[in-house]
C-alpha cells in the first residue's frame, strides 16, 4: 500500500466520510476538526520561549503576558469550532455546461444561528486551489457559494467531497469539516471549433420527423408590414378598400436540419463526432431553426427551444455511458 | 360575513363535486384571488362540471369554448367583419367575452388559437382593428388540458404556463365518492337546479376581503425564503419567478379567507403551493422528480422557526 | 508589492509603535532613532501607497542595526543586545511586511519584545501598556484574517477576545507550577540593570543613588514603628579604606548573631526589591532567623543573591549592645589607615586625642568640632582634590553623607578610636494609607560606627551634626533648596503626596501578588486554601483541573445555541423542544397549525391545549399586532404545557 493510499484510507477513517450524503448535511460537533494552523504552531513556539524567559528570568509579568496570549489563542479555538458548528448543507444548482469550462456547482449553507459566521472557505478537499473567496453568513439566513470545477471529460460529473474551512478569528486555529454533497453536473461535449456549416436539409428529404406541421396552412390575418413578402398580402380586403393586411401561414418560414451520426465523415472518431453534433445543435438553436438529432440508438425528432437543445446535448453527454439516470 | 359566503361556496360545490373538496378550494381560491386556472386530467373525471359549477356558484356569465386543431384566433376573440351598409370593419366579439370562459381542452388548437386565448387573458382586453375591446369584469378562464402524452395535442409552452395562477389535478374520485356519484342524481340536472349564490355586490365585496386578508413580516420572510430555495436549490431547473411570488401570495390570502383566517399562515402557503408553482417549477434534469415531489422538496427546503 | 491593506498596515504599526516605545529608554540612542524613521517610513508607505523599498536596502539596513549593536555592547549575545536586534529587526520587518504572513511574523515579534521590556520595569503602567499591546496586536490579527470591520469595531472585538483569555490566564498565572529561576546559567547581564547600594563606596556613590526615588524596600510593622532616630537599616559595613575608596574587610559569617538581643523589639516583614546582592536590609540588629546568615560586623545575609523581590519576616533588637568583646584583629582593622593621606584630618584627629582625657571623649570632641566648622550637606557637593577627606573638611566644606561618615571615621582612626563606615538606609516613610514604610533610594545613608572599650561598637551619624533634620525628616527636609530633588519626593504639596501615598499602596499590592508571586507565595496562597504544603504534582493537577473547568465552560458557550431574542420564538421553541423530548419532534418546515393538527392525530389527549397553543402562536406570529395579554396568556400557557 503505497502512502498515498495509506493517507487517503486513514483520512476516511478519520473523517468519517463515504460517498456522497442525503441532504441536508448537518456539521455536528463530531464532524468538525480543529487543529492550530501553522501560524498556530508558530505562536505557540513563541509562546513556549516567552514562558522559559519568564522563569529564567523571574518576569511575573512575563508570566502574565504569556498566560494572556495562551488564553486568547485557546479562545480561538473555541471561536472557531462555533464558527462551524451546527451549519446545514444541502446541495445547490449545477446547470450543465460544455467541456472544458468549469462546471458551476451551487453549495447552499444554512446558518440556523442568531449569531453570524465569519471567515469560511470551501473548496475541493483534493484542490485546494479551487477555494472561494472568504465569505460570511448572516444570522438566520441561507447563502450560495459556487464552486467551479474543471471539467475534461463528458458526461456525468460527481461533486468531489469539499472542505469548509475557517481560520476566524486570529488565524491561529484551522477548523474544518469534510462533507459531499450528492450532486453532479451534466458535461456536453466541447463543440468542435472549426466544424463545417450546419447540414441543411431540405422538407422534401426530410423524412420521419416531418408530420405535424404544414406549411401552407393559413393561421389568420395580422397588421400589414413593409417587410412582408407581396405574395402574403391579403389582396382582396385592400381591393375592398380595407386596409393592408398580411395572410399568416402556420410553419412559414421554417427550415429544419436532421443532425445525424450516420452522415458525419467515416473516419471520424467517437468524440470527433460528438463534438461536431455539439456545435451543429448549438448554432441550429442559435440560428432558430428545427433540428432533429439522430444517434446510434436515439432519434429526437425535430423541434426548438431550450429543452430540446438540453435532451440533443445530454444525449450527446451520455452517449455510450450506461443509463445512470433511472439509478440516480 | 365574506368568510360565511366562502364557507358556503365550498359546502355546495362539494355537494356536486364528489370527493374533491380540495380541489374545489383550490379553484374557488383561483376565481378569490381573481387568477386562472388550467384543470390537467384525463377526460371524464368532471373538469367541466367544476367550471359549470363556479359559474353557477358565483352567479357569473358563462361561455364554454371548444378547442380544436381547425379553431382560429378569430373563432375565440371574434372576427371583423365589413359592413357593406356602414362602408366600415364591424366587430363581432368572440365567445371569449363571457365572465367565466371554461376553455375546454386548450391543448387541441394550434399554438396560434392558444395564444389568442392567452392574450386575452393576460391583457383582459381584445385588440381588433386597431381598436381595444374591454373584457367583462370580472374575468376568468378555466382551462382544461388533457396530459400532454396524448398524441395530437400541443401542450401549452412553458412560458404560457406561467399566466395561470394555478394548475390542478382532479384525479379518480374514490371509491365511496364514486359509488354516491353512480347511484345518486344525474350531476347537469343538479347543475341546472343549482341557484346562484352570490348576489351581485357579493362577489365584489368577497374579492375586497381577499385582499384585506394580513400578511405580516414573518410571512413575506417565509415566501422570500421558499422563492430563494426554487432558485438556488439543486432540483429546480427553473425558480420561481417575482409574478410566481405575487401569485403565491395572493392564492394564499385567497386561501386563508376561505379558512376563516384574517391572516395567511406559513400553511396556508405551503396548501397553495402544489398548485401555484407545480406547473411553474422545472426539476432539474440532474434530478427529475414529478411536479409533486418536487413542490414538496421546495417545502421541505424551508425552515420555520421554532 | 504592498500587499496589506493600508488598515493592516496600520494595526502593525500601532502595534510595533506600542511595543517599541518602552524600549526607547533602553535602547542605544541611534537604534531608537533609526526604529522610529523606519517605523515613520512605513507609515507613509501603507497611507500614501508608496511601494515597499528595495530588498538590497533592506539589507544594508539591517547590516547597519546589526553594526550598531555590535559596536554598542560588543556582542550579540545577552539581553541587552538580544533586544536590540529584536528591536531593529522588527522595525525591518515591517519595512518588508507585504503579505499576511509577513504581518504574522511581526505580531509575533511584537510578543516576544512585549516580554522583553519587562526586564527593565514591571510597574502597572508598563503592565497598562503591556495589555493594551496585545488588544493591538489582536486587532491586527483580526485585520489580517480579513475582517473590514471598522476600526473601532475591531478594536472592541479585539479587547473582547482579551477579556475572553483572562480566565485561563488567571488559572495559569495563579495554579502554573513556578520554578525558582533561572533555569540555566544566566547571561552575566541578567541583573545589572537592579540599582542600590553597592560593596564600596566613594565620595558621590550615594549622592548619585539619592537622586533616585526608586523604592528599595518597604517594611511593614506588626505594632508600633521606631522613632525615626533609630530607623538605620544596615547595609554593607565599610572597614577598608585606601584614601578614596571604602571597601568592606574580610568578614565570617554564622547561622547565629554575635549578640544577644536585648531591650524592644520590633517585629515587621522586610519586602525587599530584587538587588542582585546577598545583604538585607535589616533593622540593627535583627535576632536569629532561620535560613539567614548574620556576619560578625552585624550585617544579615542571604545565602543567595536577592534576584527577585523578597519578602522576609523578621524581630530587630536595636538597644542590644554589641561588640564589647570584639576581636583585636577586627579592632585592629578599624584603625588602618592609608600612610600619607589626608594629613590635615589626622592631624586633626590627633589632636583630639592629646585634648581628650579618655577614648570616650573623643567622638563627642570631633562631632564639636565638626559642627564648627560649618560644613554643608548638599546634594552636590563642590568636586574634591586627591586627598578628598581634607578637601572636604578644610575647603570645600560641602558634602552628603558618604563625606561625612569618611571623614569622621578617618578622624576618629587618626584619634585612635577604632571606627568604621556603614551603608544602609535610613529613615522610610510612612505610608497613611496601608500603613507600610516606604524606603527609596534616596534613603540611601552612610553612618559611622565607633568601638568604645566597654560599650561596644557604638553608631554615631556627623551628619546629623550637620542636619539634624536629615535624621529626622529624610532628605528633602534636610537639603536647603530641594528644587533638584525628584517630583515625587518634594515635602510641600500636600496633594501630590496623598496621591503617592495611594499610588504606593497601590504599587505594593502589585509588587506583593503581582510581580512577588513566587513559588513562595504560590505555596503560601495555596495552602491558605487548604491545600497543605503543595507540591508540583498537586500544582499541575490543580492546574488541569482549573484549565478543564474554564474550557468546559467555554465548550459550553460554544455548543449553547443561542435562541432568538423574539419572547414569542424562544416560547415556541421551549413547546417544541418539550414535544421534541417526549419524541413528537416538528419537522423544520411544519408550521404551528399543521403540527398542532398532526399531533391531535397521533395524541388526542393533547389535542385541546396544542390546538389552542398552536392558534395563539400562529395568530401572534403572523397575524395583525396583537395586545400585550394576548402574548402573556401565550408564554404563560407554554411554561404550564408540559407534556409526558
Known sequence: MSLAQFRARFQRWLFRVGGPEPAPIRLGQRRIFVLPSRFGLALGITLLAMLLASINYTLSLGFALTFLIGGVAWISIHHAFRNLVDLAITPGRSDAVFCGSPARFGILLHNAAHRSRLGLVLFPTQAPTLRTHPFDLSPESTATQEIAIPTATRGWLTLPRLTLETRHPLGLIRAWSLFQPDQRCLVYPAPEADAPPLPLGDDSRSGAGAQGRGRDDFAGLRHHQPADSPRHVAWKAVARGGPWRTKEFAGAGSRRAWLDWQQLPAGLGVEARLSRLARWIVDADASGIDYGLRLPGVELRPAHGAPHRHACLTALALFGAPDERSAS | ?306 | MNGLRPDQAGWLLAGAAITLAPHTAHLPPALSAICALLLVWRGLIAHRGWRLPHRGLLMALAAGVVALVLMTFHQFFGKEPGIALLAGLLSLKLLETGSVRDGRAVVLLCFFLQLGQFFYQQNMAIAALALLGVIVAIASLLALEGSTAPPQARAREAAKLALQGMPLMLVLFVLFPRIQGPLWGLPDDAYNSVGGLSDSMAPGDLARLSESGAIAFRVSFEGDPPPPAERYWRGPVLTRFDGHTWRPDRVQDGAHPAYRPQGMAYPYVLTLEAHNRHWLLALDFPGATPGLRFTDDYQLLSPDAVQSRRRIALVSYPHTPVGRDESSLNLRAALQLPSGANPRTVELGQRLRAAAKSPDEIPPLAIAHFRASRLSYTLEPAPLGRDDVDNFLFDTRQGFCEHFAAAFVVTLRAAGVPARVVTGYQGGEPNPVDGTFVVRQSDAHAWAEVWLAGRGWIRIDPTAASAPQRIEKGLAAALPDSTHLPLMLRTDLAWLRGLRNRLDALNNSWNQWVLGYNPARQRELLSGFGFGEPDWQTLTALMSAGCALVMGGLTVWALRRRTSADAIDRSWALLCRRLAAIGLPRADWEGPLDYAARLARQRPDLAEPLNRIATDYARLRYGPAADTTQQQRFHQSIKNFRPR
Open chain 2, 1 to 306: 360575513m365574506p368568510i360565511h359566503i366562502a364557507r358556503r361556496l365550498t359546502e355546495v360545490a362539494s355537494r356536486i363535486i364528489l370527493g374533491k373538496e380540495r380541489a374545489v378550494r383550490l379553484a374557488l381560491a383561483c376565481v378569490l384571488a381573481r387568477g386562472h386556472l388550467l384543470i390537467e386530467d384525463i377526460p371524464g373525471v368532471g373538469k367541466t362540471t367544476l367550471a359549470h359549477v363556479l359559474a353557477r356558484l358565483l352567479g357569473l356569465q358563462f361561455q364554454r369554448i371548444q378547442f380544436t386543431s381547425d379553431m382560429l384566433p378569430a373563432d375565440i376573440v371574434g372576427v371583423s367583419v365589413f359592413d357593406q351598409r356602414e362602408g366600415a370593419f364591424r366587430f363581432h366579439p368572440g365567445p371569449v367575452f363571457a365572465q367565466l370562459v371554461l376553455a375546454d381542452e386548450i391543448n387541441r388548437a394550434t399554438p396560434k388559437a392558444q395564444s389568442a386565448l392567452l392574450e386575452a387573458m393576460e391583457e383582459r382586453q381584445v385588440s381588433a382593428e386597431g381598436t381595444t375591446w374591454p373584457l367583462p369584469e370580472p374575468f376568468f378562464v378555466i382551462a382544461t388540458q388533457n396530459p400532454s402524452d396524448q398524441i395530437g395535442t400541443f401542450p401549452l409552452p412553458e412560458s404560457q404556463l406561467d399566466r395561470f395562477l394555478m394548475r390542478l389535478s382532479l384525479g379518480y374520485p374514490d371509491r365511496a365518492a364514486e359509488r354516491a356519484l353512480l347511484a345518486g342524481e344525474d350531476r347537469r340536472e343538479m347543475l341546472a337546479r343549482l341557484p346562484a349564490e352570490l348576489q351581485p355586490g357579493e362577489l365584489d365585496a368577497l374579492f375586497a376581503a381577499t385582499r384585506a386578508v394580513h400578511v405580516g413580516p414573518r410571512l413575506l420572510d417565509y415566501v422570500q425564503n421558499l422563492l430563494a430555495a426554487s432558485r438556488d436549490g439543486a432540483n429546480f431547473a427553473l425558480g420561481l419567478s417575482p409574478r410566481a411570488g405575487l401569485a403565491l401570495l395572493a392564492a394564499a390570502r385567497a386561501w386563508a379567507l376561505l379558512h376563516g383566517r384574517d391572516h395567511v399562515q406559513p400553511e396556508d402557503v405551503q396548501a397553495v403551493l402544489p398548485a401555484v408553482a407545480g406547473h411553474r417549477l422545472r426539476a432539474a434534469e440532474e434530478m427529475p422528480l414529478p411536479p409533486d415531489r418536487l413542490v414538496r422538496r421546495l417545502i421541505e427546503a424551508v425552515a420555520l422557526p421554532g
